[in-house]
């Protein structure tokens, strides 16, 4: 690491051979072996070989649900949501966070801690007329929509 902290890897392995392992640097998963239709341990986890790639982009989120980098602003970006605007407007935009998730995948850090349950997010299709709101009292939330 940049700044000497040590990180670990960790790996669980059970007794049927699968395994999952992970990096204690922002609990990224690093591999998860699991048996294929044909009984094969086949790695599902689409990630990085080593940390100097993670570490690498100017943003890094970890592959649990819990952001493991910077906090960056939404202004000006494909994750700009303050406004409405149709989702699928800026899925393929080009920026290197929407390029990397294929989409949107992508960890939202609300100013709602301590609150209670509040509305975070609202969406409404004109099409077919269907409405949502999501509602939360947890500090973040996630948004996946795939383009691929």
Request: hydrophobic share 40%; charged share 20%.
């Amino acid at each position: 690491m940049p700044n000497e902290e040590e990180v670990y890897l960790y790996t669980i392995t059970y007794m049927s051979g699968a395994s999952c392992s992970f990096i204690s640097y922002g609990a990224t998963w690093r591999s998860m072996m699991v048996p294929n239709r044909a009984n094969e341990l086949v790695d599902v986890v689409l990630g990085f070989d080593t940390l100097e790639e993670y570490l690498s982009l100017e943003w890094y989120i970890g592959a649990t649900i819990l952001p493991a980098g910077k906090i960056a602003s939404v202004a000006k970006t494909p994750l700009d949501f303050r406004a409405f605007k149709p989702i699928g407007r800026d899925i393929d935009a080009d920026s290197e966070g929407m390029r990397a998730a294929q989409g949107y995948d992508h960890n939202f850090v609300l100013r709602n801690s301590g609150k209670g349950v509040a509305r975070v997010a609202e969406a409404y299709d004109p099409v077919g007329g269907v409405a949502m709101d999501i509602l939360t009292d947890q500090p973040g939330s996630r948004l996946s929509i795939s383009a691929a």
